[in-house]
């Protein structure tokens, strides 16, 4: 057994993998991007879906403007989050277009604050997406994420699974570049997994 603590294991993993999703972006970013998002947008998952819950992507991230546009191209209704004051806790909002996003933080373009939203308290009854895609700096082929520390994401999607039984009323699908899909990732009891992982390269069903 490694001596290697689990919060090192990540704290190492999380640099390594923003490293390769860095220098991924840099190059071939627009082209890999456009791949995943073809394999997303083709899904029955994705094209059945009335609701979809979507993130606005950081700048080293797999691109999702398009799949925004594609979002409200299509009538669907787009849930984009917005970080509360409360550390740990967001929010999802309908968003109808760019111009109902503002500056937040973590260099992200969040809902404005006016709009109103639905926080954990009402995931998974109120507010039921037919589709949440969710961002990390790694996923894992049994469906496990690596965030990015913070614990937003995985408060938010156990809220919604415990409104169901313990059963992920909606799919959960981690996006990615290849790059950032691991074979097997470090995991805690509150890591909450996902049930399709998007790449590049890949579609996979969990």
Request: aromatic letters at 10%; glycine letters at 10%; proline letters at 7%.
């Amino acid at each position: 057994m490694s001596a290697t603590s689990l919060p090192e294991q990540k704290k190492a993993l999380r640099a390594r993998l923003r490293q390769a999703r860095r220098e991924v972006s840099a190059t071939r970013g627009g082209e890999l991007a456009a791949r995943a998002h073809a394999h997303l947008l083709a899904s029955p998952l994705w094209r059945q879906a009335r609701h979809a819950a979507l993130y606005v992507s950081l700048p080293d991230e797999l691109d999702t403007a398009p799949l925004l546009d594609a979002a409200w191209q299509a009538g669907k209704t787009l849930y984009l989050p917005r970080v509360r004051q409360q550390y740990g806790l967001m929010d999802f909002v309908a968003v109808r277009g760019r111009d109902e996003l503002r500056p937040g933080p973590f260099q992200l373009l969040e809902p404005r604050d006016e709009l109103p939203g639905f926080g954990p308290e009402e995931a998974g009854s109120a507010f039921r997406p037919d589709v949440f895609i969710v961002p990390g700096l790694g996923f894992d082929r049994q469906g496990r994420r690596l965030g990015f520390g913070g614990g937003y994401y995985d408060r938010f999607l156990s809220a919604v699974r415990r409104q169901d039984g313990g059963c992920a009323p909606c799919a959960f699908v981690g996006l990615c570049y290849h790059c950032q899909l691991q074979e097997a990732l470090p995991a805690e009891a509150w890591d909450e997994r996902m049930t399709h992982i998007c790449t590049d390269r890949e579609w996979l069903c969990l």
